[in-house]
């Protein structure tokens, strides 16, 4: 009898499911000193933190490589420049760093718009939390 209210006692669990999960010494520490700040036990924080965490994964795709491959040009020419000046051609050295300059100015135009927007490119998983946590 007692097997019996066991097993409804399992089936009528409102948690049923395990969740196993690797962590390095470092991270169990830091697991085990957040959530022991929280005052929660350990379902119950790793609950909050599931409901009220939002994620961002990044997918950057080929413009940012782009403009990663254009930097390098750039940097190729600018020693180009560089040995110009060193050999003493100077007045071609001068309009070709003008010209690099502007080239570099439109480029990092560019990243600072990446930089200020990072979401072009990315999903965000966010889960919206009711006033009581639940």
């Known amino acids: 009898m007692n097997g ?3 097993l409804k006692k399992e089936i009528s669990r409102k948690r049923n499911n395990q969740f196993a999960i690797r962590l390095s010494d470092s991270e169990i520490a830091l697991w085990n000193s957040k959530q022991s ?7 119950e924080f790793f609950l909050k933190m599931l409901k009220s965490t939002r994620i961002k994964v990044y997918s950057f795709n080929e413009t940012l490589k782009a403009l990663y491959n254009e930097l390098r040009h750039i940097g190729v020419n600018l020693n180009q420049a560089a040995y110009l000046v060193n050999v003493g051609g100077y007045p071609e050295a001068a309009i070709e760093i003008g010209s690099m300059y ?3 100015m439109n480029l990092m135009n560019k990243f600072q718009k990446f930089i200020d927007n990072p979401m072009i490119n990315a999903t965000v998983i966010d889960v919206s939390v009711k006033k009581d946590g639940g």
Not at 37 to 43: C, L, N, P
């Open 4 to 6: 019996v209210m066991n």
């Open 37 to 43: 700040a929280s005052g929660f036990g350990k379902t």
């Open 102 to 104: 502007q080239e570099f």
